[in-house]
């Protein structure tokens, strides 16, 4: 099998590979850029793993023109941007300790034990410069099967970075195959590493769930986690039942999903942008207001994020004509300014008369006129 791709065939990608292959050494792409393009989905980096130190590929690609930032020079990576394009170059590596992500590595000349260092084996896939596969580990059958599978002993790939655990299962939201199911002795190393996952920085945490949930349909990934323990140790409180529902009803938003999830998400260190987006569709949830209202009070995309999560937690059906009037809301215009009631209303009497006017003009469903309201 061999890979294919506008990215491969780059000039400056092309012109690197030959640099690299003049000077006697490897050039192989490796990881995400391979998977995606034998999956043919979209290419958005492109690593590539060499037999050469890092100081030698910075030398022989600043001799051929090319712009060379060390981005991770300690772990034998540097950025070699070639007409444009940028790639990260790592020598290959092989562990000689682990200890979560202060892996004590040495650089090696063989691809195999490089590969033996990856997560999973549809990650540990590689090519050349002409698209033929190097498969060292025999990932390629697991990835045809869409089978997300741990490199070796799954129990140590996790006690060497606890965010494979969540990796694990963001990995089969996007790439398992939903019918085979999630891969059960990756599952029960999770299981009984889940508590690994509190030596984890929330803000790793956070990033791998906004990266699961923004998956076509993470639903049963989610599910797995909450069998698996992981779910709760990674977001306590949290309950994946209102999930399937959710998907089902198009929010196919990441932070709405979160939000039905529930839990102590400000735990995640999110932005503060999308801790208040959750905050919104959490509590308009629980609210009595119309379809029309949260278009008015929220804009079309948040209220029909909360028209979706409603339905899904109260597992009801979404409301007749619900869009039209989130539509109708989103785009009204209170008539009314505070400057026309001032002379008559001052301080907290003036605002209590502008919402006490606003409530009016929405349940009439925006149809009351400035004059109607004033009158």
Same mark, same amino acid.
């Given at each position: 099998?061999?890979?294919?791709?506008e990215?491969?065939?780059?000039?400056?990608?092309?012109?690197?590979?030959?640099?690299? +292959?003049?000077g006697?050494?490897?050039?192989?792409?490796?990881?995400?850029?391979?998977?995606?393009?034998?999956?043919?989905?979209?290419?958005?980096?492109?690593?590539?793993? #060499?037999?050469?130190?890092p100081?030698?590929?910075?030398? /022989?690609?600043?001799?051929?023109?090319?712009?060379?930032?060390p981005?991770?020079?300690?772990?034998?990576?540097?950025?070699? *941007?070639?007409?444009?394009?940028?790639?990260?170059v790592t020598?290959?590596?092989?562990?000689v300790? #682990?200890?979560?992500?202060?892996?004590?590595v040495?650089y090696s000349?063989?691809?195999?034990?490089?590969?033996? $260092?990856?997560?999973? #084996?549809?990650?540990?896939?590689?090519?050349?410069?002409?698209?033929?596969?190097?498969?060292?580990?025999g990932?390629?059958p697991?990835?045809?099967?869409?089978?997300?599978?741990?490199?070796?002993?799954?129990?140590?790939r *996790?006690?060497?970075?606890?965010?494979?655990?969540?990796?694990?299962f963001?990995?089969?939201?996007?790439?398992?195959?939903?019918?085979?199911?999630?891969?059960?002795?990756?599952?029960? +190393?999770?299981?009984?590493?889940?508590?690994g996952?509190?030596?984890l920085s929330?803000?790793?945490?956070?990033a791998?769930?906004?990266?699961? /949930?923004?998956?076509?349909?993470?639903?049963?990934?989610?599910?797995?986690m909450?069998?698996?323990?992981?779910?709760?140790?990674?977001?306590?409180g949290?309950?994946?039942?209102?999930?399937?529902?959710?998907?089902?009803?198009?929010?196919? @938003?990441?932070?709405a999903?979160l939000?039905?999830?529930?839990?102590?998400?400000?735990?995640?260190?999110l932005?503060?942008?999308?801790?208040? +987006?959750?905050? *919104?569709? $959490?509590?308009?949830?629980?609210?009595?207001?119309?379809?029309?209202?949260?278009?008015?009070?929220?804009?079309?995309?948040?209220a029909?994020?909360?028209? $979706?999560?409603?339905?899904?937690m109260?597992?009801?059906?979404?409301?007749e004509?619900?869009?039209?009037?989130?539509?109708?809301?989103?785009?009204?215009?209170?008539?009314v300014?505070?400057?026309e009631?001032i002379?008559?209303?001052?301080?907290?009497a003036?605002?209590?008369?502008?919402?006490?006017?606003?409530?009016?003009?929405?349940? @009439?469903?925006?149809?009351l006129?400035?004059?109607?309201?004033?009158?």
């Amino acid at each position: 099998m061999r890979v294919l791709g506008e990215w491969l065939h780059h000039p400056g990608t092309q012109a690197l590979c030959a640099t690299l +292959a003049a000077g006697g050494f490897q050039a192989l792409f490796v990881g995400g850029c391979v998977r995606n393009a034998l999956l043919a989905e979209p290419v958005n980096d492109i690593d590539m793993a #060499t037999d050469a130190r890092p100081e030698i590929v910075s030398d /022989l690609a600043k001799r051929a023109g090319f712009r060379v930032v060390p981005t991770g020079i300690d772990h034998g990576t540097v950025t070699v *941007i070639a007409q444009g394009v940028a790639h990260e170059v790592t020598t290959f590596r092989q562990d000689v300790d #682990t200890n979560g992500r202060h892996a004590v590595v040495r650089y090696s000349t063989l691809v195999a034990d490089d590969a033996a $260092r990856r997560d999973f #084996t549809m990650n540990a896939l590689y090519a050349r410069a002409n698209g033929e596969v190097v498969d060292p580990l025999g990932g390629l059958p697991d990835l045809v099967a869409r089978r997300v599978r741990f490199v070796g002993n799954a129990d140590l790939r *996790i006690t060497e970075d606890y965010l494979r655990i969540l990796r694990f299962f963001r990995f089969f939201a996007w790439y398992g195959d939903p019918v085979q199911g999630v891969d059960a002795e990756g599952l029960a +190393a999770c299981a009984a590493h889940s508590a690994g996952i509190a030596t984890l920085s929330r803000e790793r945490v956070g990033a791998e769930f906004r990266k699961l /949930l923004s998956a076509p349909d993470p639903s049963l990934a989610v599910a797995s986690m909450a069998q698996a323990g992981v779910l709760a140790a990674a977001l306590p409180g949290a309950n994946a039942r209102a999930l399937p529902l959710v998907v089902h009803f198009g929010a196919d @938003s990441w932070v709405a999903r979160l939000a039905v999830l529930g839990g102590e998400v400000e735990t995640l260190r999110l932005s503060r942008g999308d801790l208040a +987006a959750i905050k *919104i569709i $959490r509590e308009e949830i629980g609210s009595l207001r119309s379809a029309q209202e949260l278009g008015y009070r929220h804009g079309q995309k948040r209220a029909e994020q909360v028209i $979706r999560c409603r339905a899904a937690m109260l597992e009801t059906e979404l409301p007749e004509n619900w869009k039209a009037d989130v539509a109708k809301g989103a785009a009204a215009v209170f008539p009314v300014k505070a400057a026309e009631l001032i002379e008559a209303y001052q301080g907290k009497a003036l605002g209590e008369q502008l919402r006490c006017l606003e409530h009016r003009w929405i349940a @009439s469903g925006f149809a009351l006129t400035k004059a109607e309201l004033l009158g």
